[in-house]
Nanobody, 122 residues
Framework: EVQLVESGGGLVQPGGSLRLSCAAS????????MSWVRQAPGKGLEWVST????????SYPESMQGRFTISRDNAKNTLYLQMNSLKSDDTAVYYC???????????????WGQGTQVAVSS
């Protein structure tokens, strides 16, 4: 059974940092690209970042470039998201998601975690 379990969310002041983690199990983690996706209150899903299966390539929307860093440790079956210079607009539930296709970067996801809440407020 595939499981994705996020952790690391919480309340942080504007300008602060958080590191999210996603523990994966039930599949060969190192064979699949992984993404972070978020959902702000009252809004739709927003793609945050993707890392390829081997960690050799990452991608971000322009609005998050330079503030967020996605990484992975395939030996630990864990995905990370380092978030710096957080803004109130970053308040959202953050989900990790498994790309459906073997060794692909296409953004079709077949499994999602339960999400971790990030709140940025003074």
């Amino acid at each position: 059974e595939v499981q994705l379990v996020e952790s690391g969310g919480g309340l942080v002041q504007p300008g602060g940092s958080l590191r999210l983690s996603c523990a994966a199990s039930g599949f060969t983690f190192g064979d699949y690209s992984m993404s972070w996706v978020r959902q702000a209150p009252g809004k739709g899903l927003e793609w945050v970042s993707t890392v390829t299966w081997g960690g050799h390539s990452t991608s971000y929307p322009e609005s998050m470039q330079g503030r967020f860093t996605i990484s992975r440790d395939n030996a630990k079956n864990t995905l990370y998201l380092q978030m710096n210079s957080l803004k109130s607009d970053d308040t959202a539930v953050y989900y990790c998601a498994k790309v459906a296709t073997f060794r692909s970067i296409q953004q079709g996801y077949d499994y999602w975690g339960q999400g971790t809440q990030v709140a940025v407020s003074s």
